[in-house]
Structure formats: structure tokens, C-alpha cells
Nanobody, 121 residues
Framework: VQLQACGGGLVQAGGSLRLSCAAS????????MGWFRQAPGKEREFVGG????????YYADSVKGRFTISRDNAKNTVYLQMNSLKPEDTAVYYC???????????????WGQGTEVTVSS
């Protein structure tokens, strides 16, 4: 199983980025997916998640209204569109696979390698 996240980079506050996570080696269309982030010196935190069908999405309060999760099961890819970025969004972002979206990292059994997002003020 491999989850390959990409799309991170350096952006100014107020800008946008779109992260992608391509999955292989697992039945992607039957797995819920989550995005987490970890800032230096902080614990990994839930950003958002999407059900296997894409019909349900969930977001942390800190990103609600700014971030959007979507998926393309034909491409085995999940996306995280990040708008109105703030310096406090700076972190390494991880995608992960699970059966049911939760906010708890231990409930996810496969993880991508992470992609770094830096938002300058």
C-alpha cells in the first residue's frame, strides 16, 4: 500500500494550495480518507475527512469554510483544496486511509509520507 501526497509549498497568507494524495495497493473506492497535519512541536491533528463515496465530508473547526476535501475514485486520488491560508496552517500535511472517518490518528491504518506547507505572513 502506498499513499503519495504532493502539492505542498510556500505561499503567502491569503493564498491557496491544493494537495493531492494518490493511493495504490488498496481498494481506494471502499476506504474513507483523512487529512491530518503536524506543526513543529505539536501533535498531529485532524484537518478533515471524506467518506468512501465522497458523499460526506468532515472538517476541523479551524479549517471549516476555508478547506475542501474531494476525491476521484477513478483516479484513486483524494484532494485537499486550501484557501485563505493563514500562517497557523503551516505544517506537514498527511493523508491517511481508514474505514470510517474519525479525528483519531490511531484509527487510520495507512499513511502518506507528508507534504510540507508553509504560509508566510
Amino acid at each position: 500500500v502506498q499513499l503519495q501526497a504532493c502539492g505542498g509549498g510556500l505561499v503567502q497568507a491569503g493564498g491557496s494550495l491544493r494537495l493531492s494524495c494518490a493511493a495504490s495497493g488498496l481498494p481506494f473506492s471502499r476506504r474513507a480518507m483523512g487529512w491530518f497535519r503536524q506543526a513543529p512541536g505539536k501533535e498531529r491533528e485532524f484537518v478533515g475527512g471524506i467518506s468512501w463515496s465522497g458523499g460526506s465530508t468532515y472538517y476541523a473547526d479551524s479549517v471549516k469554510g476555508r478547506f475542501t476535501i474531494s476525491r476521484d475514485n477513478a483516479k484513486n486520488t483524494v484532494y485537499l483544496q486550501m484557501n485563505s491560508l493563514k500562517p497557523e496552517d503551516t505544517a506537514v500535511y498527511y493523508c491517511a486511509a481508514t474505514w470510517v472517518v474519525t479525528t483519531i490518528p490511531i484509527s487510520y491504518d495507512y499513511w502518506g509520507q507528508g507534504t510540507e506547507v508553509t504560509v508566510s505572513s
